[in-house]
């Protein structure tokens, strides 16, 4: 059974920072690209960024230069650093297949304060 479980969200200043993790089970993260989605209240989702197998990394451009998405091989755990935080940025986080979609996990709360 595949399992996504965000954590790391919180509340946070406008200018703060904030780590995202996302710990997969039943999925091989190395082996598939991994995206990190947004949800603001009122809004559909939205992808923010992806690792693909590769390494390789892209950014939607509302957060390129702030956010910086990894991941750990031998933890099999994705990460989304958060810098510079914006009002905007307030939404529920969650991670997924960027090809290969699995079930949502819970996703975690971020709320930036101006």
């Known amino acids: 059974q595949v399992q996504l479980v965000e954590s790391g969200g919180g509340l946070v200043q406008a200018g703060g920072s904030l780590r995202l993790s996302c710990a997969a089970s039943?999925?091989?993260?190395?082996?598939?690209?991994m995206g990190w989605y947004r949800q603001a209240p009122g809004k559909q989702r939205e992808l923010v960024a992806v690792?693909?197998?590769?390494?390789?990394?892209n950014y939607a451009d509302s957060v390129r230069g702030r956010f910086t998405i990894s991941r750990d091989i031998a933890k099999n755990t994705v990460y989304l650093q958060m810098n510079s935080l914006k009002p905007e940025d307030t939404a529920v986080y969650y991670c997924?297949?960027?090809?290969?979609?699995?079930?949502w996990g819970q996703g975690t709360q971020v709320n930036v304060s101006s």
């Open positions: 997924n297949g960027y090809v290969y979609k699995v079930s």
């Open positions: 690792i693909h197998s590769t390494g390789i990394t």
């Open positions: 039943g999925m091989i993260i190395s082996l598939n690209a």
